[in-house]
Nanobody, 121 residues
Framework: QVQLVESGGGLVQTGGSLRLSCTAS????????MGWYRQAPGKQRDLVAT???????NYADSVKGRFTISKDNSKNTVYLEMNSLKPEDTALYYC???????????????WGQGTQVTVSS
């Protein structure tokens, strides 16, 4: 089992900033990527940003230039720095880890419980 503990969500005004953190623990042999997805009410869960074990990053077009993803490999922790927040960024943000438990096994996705980000206009 893998546990993901998220923190850092909250209520912020338009133009404000928040920093999300997510720490993974448990049976992790190897990590492919860690990242963040978000889901607004009535909508599907969408990619926000991911970062690979090698440090390669991938962002949704809607957050490029405003959000920055980073990680601390020693702590199995991923961060999402969110600046210039807009009301349309309001959503439940989920942490994701793509990992495997032993060498040669398929990659497997685990998810956090989600942390709410609300941006008021």
């Amino acid at each position: 089992q893998v546990q993901l503990v998220e923190s850092g969500g909250g209520l912020v005004q338009t133009g404000g900033s928040l920093r999300l953190s997510c720490t993974a623990s448990g049976n992790i042999f190897d990590i492919n990527t860690m990242g963040w997805y978000r889901q607004a009410p009535g909508k599907q869960r969408d990619l926000v940003a991911t970062i690979s074990s090698g440090g390669n990053t991938n962002y949704a077009d809607s957050v490029k230039g405003r959000f920055t993803i980073s990680k601390d490999n020693s702590k199995n922790t991923v961060y999402l720095e969110m600046n210039s927040l807009k009301p349309e960024d309001t959503a439940l943000y989920y942490c994701n880890i793509r990992h495997r438990r032993t060498s040669g096994r398929p990659w497997f996705d685990d998810w956090g419980q989600g942390t709410q980000v609300t941006v008021s206009s």
